[in-house]
């Protein structure tokens, strides 16, 4: 974690023709499981998408540490070395090949949690919370924390990020891939949980007394307050704090204060 903050908050939607939307919460309360997502079912199309660069100067460095990973055979790498010294093959070429290839292995093998550091914002209740009919968890969280401890905050720019493949850097690379967005997604104040060891399309438990809280929209049915109510009691005996979003009498902001 990059951030000193003391919690993060998770939005939900509650839908009404969407019965799946109420098994997830579920999940996170009764079964204490997070979903992991592929970067393709997220929101951002440039998820993932950074500007992918092979600079001549860089490839005899590449061609001298792939000769050194015993699974490239040396004629392999000799003919891609010739391919490139007499002209057959073009860095866009390459770079094209590199980036199917990533992204497959990305979609495949990375899962991705996301998170704001933020409870009261118009605009992810609106986007994420189905128009503030949903609720949004809160996580108790520090760098030291348990596996809340491991989100890593996002980063805003105005271009996008450019990945040099013959030069490769993990670290580098996945702050460009997984933790730079564009400016305009800033208000998010978003934080990542980021696999390989967490894959996509499952649920990964967290230790239960991390959830701290749990936030009813502005716009909340009561029927789905009683349900959640009713399974918060019973999995964790009153020791969630319950709160409730509110408009502001005075501005266009929300109230957040605790439900009775």
Same mark, same amino acid.
């Given at each position: 974690?990059?951030?000193?903050?003391?919690?993060?908050?998770?939005?939900?939607?509650?839908?009404?023709?969407?019965?799946?939307?109420?098994?997830?919460?579920?999940?996170?309360?009764?079964?204490?499981?997070?979903?992991?997502?592929?970067?393709?079912?997220?929101?951002?199309?440039?998820?993932?998408?950074?500007?992918?660069?092979?600079p001549d100067r860089d490839f005899s460095g590449w061609i001298k540490r792939k000769a050194l990973e015993r699974?490239?055979?040396?004629?392999?790498?000799?003919?891609?070395?010739?391919r490139w010294e007499t002209g057959q093959v073009e860095s866009q070429v390459i770079c094209g090949q590199v980036?199917?290839?990533?992204?497959?292995?990305?979609?495949?093998?990375?899962?991705?949690?996301?998170?704001?550091?933020?409870?009261?914002?118009?605009?992810?209740?609106?986007?994420?919370?189905?128009?503030?009919?949903?609720?949004?968890?809160?996580?108790?969280?520090?760098?030291?924390?348990?596996?809340?401890?491991?989100?890593?905050?996002?980063?805003?720019?105005?271009?996008?990020?450019?990945?040099?493949?013959?030069?490769?850097?993990?670290?580098?690379?996945?702050?460009?891939?997984?933790?730079?967005?564009?400016?305009?997604?800033?208000?998010?104040?978003?934080?990542?949980?980021?696999?390989?060891?967490?894959?996509?399309?499952?649920?990964?438990?967290?230790?239960? *007394? +991390?959830? =701290?809280?749990?936030?009813?929209?502005? /716009?909340?049915?009561?029927?789905?307050? $009683?349900?959640?109510?009713? *399974? +918060?009691? =019973?999995?964790?005996?009153?020791?969630? /704090?319950?709160?409730?979003?509110?408009? $502001?009498?005075?501005?266009?902001? +929300?109230?957040?204060?605790?439900?009775?």
């Amino acid at each position: 974690m990059t951030k000193d903050i003391k919690f993060l908050y998770r939005y939900y939607p509650l839908r009404p023709s969407h019965k799946e939307d109420m098994e997830r919460i579920v999940q996170v309360v009764v079964q204490n499981e997070l979903y992991f997502s592929s970067y393709k079912s997220l929101n951002d199309p440039f998820e993932c998408a950074p500007i992918y660069e092979a600079p001549d100067r860089d490839f005899s460095g590449w061609i001298k540490r792939k000769a050194l990973e015993r699974f490239r055979s040396p004629s392999d790498i000799e003919t891609v070395k010739h391919r490139w010294e007499t002209g057959q093959v073009e860095s866009q070429v390459i770079c094209g090949q590199v980036a199917e290839t990533m992204k497959r292995e990305i979609e495949q093998n990375i899962g991705i949690c996301c998170f704001s550091a933020q409870k009261d914002n118009l605009l992810m209740w609106s986007h994420y919370a189905s128009g503030h009919t949903g609720v949004c968890f809160q996580f108790e969280t520090s760098p030291f924390t348990e596996f809340f401890g491991e989100a890593l905050s996002v980063g805003y720019q105005e271009n996008r990020p450019v990945v040099n493949i013959f030069h490769p850097d993990d670290d580098f690379n996945m702050q460009q891939m997984f933790l730079t967005k564009n400016s305009k997604w800033r208000y998010e104040e978003e934080f990542r949980m980021i696999g390989p060891h967490r894959h996509p399309g499952k649920a990964h438990k967290f230790p239960k *007394y +991390l959830l =701290r809280g749990l936030i009813f929209g502005a /716009k909340a049915l009561q029927e789905n307050e $009683s349900l959640l109510k009713d *399974y +918060l009691k =019973r999995c964790y005996e009153g020791r969630i /704090k319950l709160y409730r979003a509110g408009l $502001s009498q005075n501005n266009y902001s +929300l109230d957040i204060s605790e439900a009775i």
